[in-house]
């Protein structure tokens, strides 16, 4: 039997960045033990670091709370990553053999292999999900050991912008913590909120969050689409702050109240009034239209990436993310678009975890965070504090993002930290500053036989003056 774990996490959201600390039981058993947020507007936008300076902060400040709250030493974290240029495209290679032979485990790894070396203008590939392998005209998802002289694979790269990852790692180590893992948010939220029956026979998963929409389809079992959408519930709160000239938190609290996205039935449109303050009010069905219209714009971008897939999304669409909780979201979206196997869910019934978290987890969206303690697996946390070059090791690969699907993960990713900046300088312990200060003024300053030398001499000096004055 191994030791419990204390598992960190990290997700860097649209508007914050949010971390969970759970225990987890040598039996797989997950405790989830503290939650910390720093709200990051303008640190994080979209997914995406906007400001390196900022981002180092609020990580810092994150784990400076689990560390006060746990009494630990937080050393490394797991990562999800998202962000609007994460998406998926279509890849394909092919291999000739000499004469029809079984296809063997090392050309199919060995095609695989050269489709993760694809090049995209400015982008990496983070995550390759073999689709099928032709075989002649045969198809198939286990081409090892089936007759062929030709093969060709036909894979879905999952990509981002290469400033993604690059910026991420950079934060992390300047906030002194090593990264233990990354993982790819969206499919790893998938692979939990999803059941195995529901990617079998075909489903798609919307995460509607504050800044960003993400849509991810499964047939088959397998992952055949994945986009970032740059809207979300904050673009219908900021829609109400312009039109209604109000505060964002105003707008935020009417979304909230009495946001509908349904389409307003004839009984409805009346003049009932809102108040917006004690001496303003709106008319329900202005709200309503602004509410109604952007929302009806991110769910026409929604299907736009469903609609090819429609006839074989058997287990309908699940909607997920704090968005998603908005008043009259399935019928509208129904009602647009025709397509009725619509439902939402949140971070299922915790059956393989417990929570002393305070407060209702269901309404707190921590299904990715989660997902990534429930996958994580090494000891994020020690008894005592890290050494100070802990973090100065260099990686020999850059670091591989796993997910479920992914063929050639090599385990842990060990990031180089930032350079050290004046900021860091500035952080210096006084104590110990003091202590080399100290140590710097003892080394200066004379013996004693050096001291008496010198006495000495300026005796001698003062008697010869009295001898001979001139």
Same mark, same amino acid.
Request: proline share 4%; charged share 25%.
């Given at each position: 039997?191994?030791?419990?774990?204390?598992?960190?996490?990290?997700?860097?959201?649209?508007?914050?960045?949010?971390?969970?600390?759970?225990?987890?039981?040598?039996?797989?058993?997950?405790?989830?033990?503290?939650?910390?947020?720093?709200?990051?507007?303008?640190?994080?936008?979209?997914?995406?670091?906007?400001?390196?300076?900022?981002?180092?902060?609020?990580?810092?400040?994150?784990?400076?709370?689990?560390?006060?709250?746990?009494?630990?030493?937080?050393?490394?974290?797991?990562?999800?990553?998202?962000?609007?240029?994460?998406?998926?495209?279509?890849?394909?290679?092919?291999?000739?053999?000499?004469?029809?032979?079984?296809?063997?485990?090392?050309?199919?790894?060995?095609?695989?292999?050269?489709?993760?070396?694809?090049?995209?203008?400015?982008?990496?590939?983070?995550?390759?999900?073999?689709?099928?392998?032709?075989?002649?005209?045969?198809?198939?998802?286990?081409?090892?050991?089936?007759?062929?002289?030709?093969?060709?694979?036909?894979?879905?790269?999952?990509?981002?912008?290469?400033?993604?990852?690059?910026?991420?790692?950079?934060?992390?180590?300047?906030?002194?913590?090593?990264?233990?893992?990354?993982?790819?948010?969206?499919?790893?939220?998938?692979?939990?909120?999803?059941?195995?029956?529901?990617?079998?026979?075909?489903?798609?998963?919307?995460?509607?969050?504050?800044?960003?929409?993400?849509?991810?389809?499964?047939?088959?079992?397998?992952?055949?689409?994945?986009?970032?959408?740059?809207?979300?519930?904050?673009?219908?709160?900021?829609?109400?702050? #312009?039109?209604?000239?109000? &505060?964002?938190?105003?707008?935020?609290? /009417?979304?909230?109240?009495?946001? =509908?996205? !349904? @389409?307003?039935?004839?009984?409805?449109?009346?003049?009932?009034?809102?108040?917006?303050?004690?001496?303003?009010?709106?008319?329900?069905?202005?709200?309503?239209?602004?509410?109604?219209?952007?929302?009806?714009?991110?769910?026409?971008?929604?299907?736009?990436?469903?609609?090819?897939?429609?006839?074989?999304?058997?287990?309908?669409?699940?909607?997920?993310?704090?968005?998603?909780?908005?008043?009259?979201?399935?019928?509208?979206?129904?009602?647009?678009?025709?397509?009725?196997?619509?439902?939402?869910?949140?971070?299922?019934?915790?059956?393989?975890?417990?929570?002393?978290?305070?407060?209702?987890?269901?309404?707190?969206?921590?299904?990715?965070?989660?997902?990534?303690?429930?996958?994580?697996? #090494?000891?994020?946390?020690? &008894?005592?504090?890290?050494?100070?070059? /802990?973090?100065?090791?260099?990686? =020999?690969? !850059? @670091?591989?993002?796993?997910?479920?699907?992914?063929?050639?993960?090599?385990?842990?990713?060990?990031?180089?930290?930032?350079?050290?900046?004046?900021?860091?300088?500035?952080?210096?312990?006084?104590?110990?500053?003091?202590?080399?200060?100290?140590?710097?003024?003892?080394?200066?300053?004379?013996?004693?036989?050096?001291?008496?030398?010198?006495?000495?001499?300026?005796?001698?000096?003062?008697?010869?003056?009295?001898?001979?004055?001139?």
């Amino acid at each position: 039997m191994g030791a419990e774990k204390n598992i960190v996490a990290f997700e860097l959201g649209s508007s914050a960045i949010r971390a969970v600390i759970g225990q987890k039981k040598p039996d797989g058993s997950l405790q989830l033990t503290g939650y910390a947020k720093e709200v990051a507007a303008e640190s994080v936008r979209k997914g995406v670091v906007n400001n390196i300076d900022k981002t180092i902060a609020a990580i810092a400040s994150i784990r400076k709370h689990i560390e006060q709250k746990h009494k630990v030493f937080v050393t490394r974290i797991y990562v999800g990553v998202t962000g609007q240029s994460l998406h998926t495209v279509g890849s394909s290679v092919s291999r000739q053999q000499e004469a029809k032979m079984p296809i063997t485990e090392e050309l199919r790894d060995s095609i695989i292999d050269e489709n993760r070396t694809s090049v995209y203008p400015n982008a990496e590939v983070l995550d390759v999900i073999p689709q099928e392998y032709r075989l002649g005209t045969h198809l198939t998802t286990e081409p090892v050991g089936v007759m062929s002289d030709r093969i060709e694979g036909c894979f879905k790269n999952i990509i981002a912008r290469r400033s993604l990852r690059e910026n991420i790692s950079q934060c992390v180590a300047g906030a002194k913590l090593e990264v233990a893992d990354y993982f790819i948010s969206p499919v790893l939220l998938a692979d939990y909120l999803l059941s195995d029956n529901e990617k079998r026979s075909g489903c798609a998963l919307v995460d509607f969050g504050a800044e960003t929409t993400t849509v991810v389809v499964y047939e088959k079992n397998i992952l055949r689409h994945l986009v970032v959408i740059p809207l979300g519930g904050a673009t219908i709160t900021n829609d109400i702050a #312009q039109v209604l000239h109000i &505060e964002h938190s105003e707008a935020e609290q /009417l979304k909230l109240a009495h946001g =509908d996205a !349904a @389409p307003l039935d004839a009984a409805a449109a009346d003049d009932k009034e809102i108040a917006i303050s004690n001496d303003r009010r709106v008319k329900a069905s202005l709200l309503h239209d602004i509410v109604a219209a952007r929302q009806q714009e991110i769910l026409a971008n929604v299907w736009q990436h469903l609609r090819d897939y429609a006839d074989r999304l058997i287990s309908g669409i699940i909607f997920t993310g704090g968005a998603s909780a908005m008043k009259g979201l399935e019928k509208a979206f129904a009602g647009h678009h025709g397509f009725d196997k619509v439902k939402t869910r949140q971070l299922p019934t915790p059956q393989e975890f417990t929570s002393s978290i305070k407060g209702d987890i269901q309404q707190m969206n921590l299904a990715t965070l989660v997902a990534m303690l429930l996958r994580g697996d #090494q000891e994020c946390t020690s &008894e005592q504090p890290a050494e100070p070059d /802990l973090f100065h090791e260099s990686p =020999d690969t !850059a @670091p591989v993002f796993t997910g479920q699907h992914s063929q050639t993960s090599n385990g842990v990713v060990r990031e180089q930290p930032k350079p050290e900046t004046p900021a860091d300088k500035e952080e210096e312990p006084v104590e110990e500053k003091d202590a080399e200060e100290a140590v710097e003024q003892k080394e200066k300053r004379p013996g004693f036989f050096s001291r008496m030398g010198r006495m000495g001499r300026s005796l001698g000096d003062w008697a010869n003056r009295l001898v001979d004055p001139d």
